[in-house]
């Protein structure tokens, strides 16, 4: 079975600060992983992906994420944040030895940028 | 523009009542999703369809129910044999439920019962 931790429930930051959300999977096979933001009442749109090839990989609104191997992470960086990424940040994994390529997703991180 | 319309966005309902719950997609993904979200437990799935006619209990079936007679639609009913209904419900869909891309996210509907 596939598993998702991400290790804070809440990150306060502020304002052009950098940030790390840290998010850790467990999985026997080759994974596939995903960053999705949600502003609050909304759903949750896709930050980035990583599917294979390189390992750092880019996102939408100045985010990246780089995915370890070795330490089953995929840690997601913005270098400045900004007001408008208050949000909450969900990681997810999927991998090919389950059933339909499901997505199994952290519990979230609330992202707090504080001017 | 293409997306996902879930509606109500707000629904309150009465103990002991049925609930169902719209999701529509103009898309033409094959597949889709129900998802609840309740505070710091992230998203559980509840049920999912991979074509029409055809769907699958998802981690919390439990006390719910879906039809997939349309492509493009997906309710799911909240019965009054589910314990606990009050939460956020994402509909999602998804190209190809054998691959790896990225699911596609509708703006919820947040059900009250009370």
């Known amino acids: 079975a596939q598993s998702v931790t991400q290790l804070d429930s809440q990150v306060p930051v502020f304002e052009e600060a950098p940030v790390e959300l840290r998010c850790n999977y467990s999985?026997?096979?080759?994974?596939?992983l995903f960053w999705y933001v949600q502003y609050p009442n909304q759903g949750l749109q896709l930050l980035l992906k990583?599917?294979?090839?390189?390992?750092l990989v880019k996102g939408i609104n100045g985010f990246e994420a780089e995915f370890n191997k070795s330490q089953t992470s995929f840690h997601l960086r913005k270098p400045s944040v900004h007001i408008s990424d208050t949000a909450e940040y969900f990681c997810?994994?999927?991998?090919?030895?389950?059933?339909?390529?499901?997505?199994?997703f952290g519990g979230g991180t609330r992202l707090m940028v504080k001017p | 523009d293409g997306g996902i319309t879930q509606s109500p966005k707000y629904l309150f309902r009465k103990e002991g009542q049925n609930v169902t719950l719209s999701c529509e997609q103009n898309?033409?993904?094959?597949?889709m999703y129900w998802y609840r979200q309740d505070p710091g437990q992230g998203l559980r799935l509840i049920y999912y369809?991979?074509?029409?006619?055809?769907?699958q209990k998802g981690d919390i079936a439990e006390g719910y129910s879906v039809s997939r007679e349309k492509k493009e639609s997906f309710p799911l009913t909240v019965t009054s044999a589910q314990k606990n209904p009050t939460a956020f419900y994402l509909c999602?869909?998804?190209?190809?439920?054998?691959?790896?891309?990225?699911?596609?996210f509708g703006n919820g509907t947040r059900l009250t019962v009370t």
């Open positions: 898309l033409n993904h094959d597949a």
């Open positions: 997810a994994v999927s991998s090919d030895n389950n059933a339909g390529n499901m997505l199994t």
């Open positions: 369809s991979q074509i029409v006619n055809d769907f």
């Open positions: 990583y599917l294979s090839g390189s390992t």
């Open positions: 999985s026997s096979v080759s994974v596939y």
């Open positions: 999602a869909s998804r190209t190809d439920p054998t691959s790896n891309s990225p699911l596609h």
